[in-house]
């Protein structure tokens, strides 16, 4: 059975369009693949906390030697990574906010960047270990960067999720958002036929 893990990273709790287009991608992935199991992962609600002294020391504890806080922190860890593992397809709702993705998208993916978990460092330089996954990353955005210097969200996400062994990775963006009804319109508009021809 093919699982689905959606992962709406918007500061906003209702009426984010990354996290509205992100819906409408993954229930057409569902009809694609009949019995599909989707998984939501909302960062908003999930409170994870950013990297500082207690977590990092968690991580880089040695298993036999953690405090019950530290065992509690990288179970969380270990949770989302197993998650994701899990995981066929991966849909990452991702707002464009100042030139990059969400702090809260940022933290998900320091919880889940673990050498000697999801990646490894070998003789001939790091390797993903979340390989096997088809990776779609929709992204809404004020105004219009894709393809030119500003639009440092792309390289950043190709660049992490390659890291982890995720190379198929699609885009798709929703442009100009702030830019007018009609560019607003016209912006969902393309969203949505890219969605249509998943």
Same mark, same amino acid.
């Given at each position: 059975?093919?699982?689905i ?7 906003? !709790? ?32 999930? !409170? ?25 922190i ?23 906010y100042?030139?990059?993705? !969400? ?17 490894? %460092?070998?003789? #001939? ?10 990776? %779609?990353?929709? !992204? ?23 890291f ?8 798709? %963006?929703?442009?100009?958002? #702030?830019?007018g ?18």
């Open positions: 059975m093919t699982t893990l959606q992962i709406n990273s918007a500061a906003r !709790s209702q009426g984010a369009q990354s996290t509205l287009l992100a819906d409408e991608l993954t229930a057409k992935l569902q009809q694609a693949n009949a019995g599909a199991k989707v998984v939501v992962r909302n960062l908003l609600g999930d !409170s994870l906390p950013h990297l500082d002294d207690a977590t990092l020391g968690a991580f880089f504890t040695p298993a036999d030697q953690r405090t019950a806080e530290q065992v509690a990288n179970a969380k860890s270990q949770a989302l990574i197993d998650e994701l593992q899990a995981a066929d397809i991966v849909v990452i709702a991702a707002p464009l100042n030139f990059g993705i !969400s702090s809260q998208l940022k933290t998900y993916f320091d919880w889940i960047a673990r050498a000697g978990i999801t990646f490894s %460092y070998t003789a #001939n330089g790091p390797e993903g270990l979340v390989k096997g996954k088809k990776v %779609y990353v929709v !992204s809404a955005r004020g105004g219009k960067y894709a393809g030119t210097p500003h639009d440092s969200q792309t390289p950043f996400l190709k660049t992490f999720l390659a982890l062994g995720m190379t198929d990775v699609n885009f798709i %963006y929703a442009e100009g958002l #702030n830019m009804p009609d560019a607003a319109g016209a912006a969902l508009a393309s969203a949505r036929e890219a969605i249509a021809a998943v």
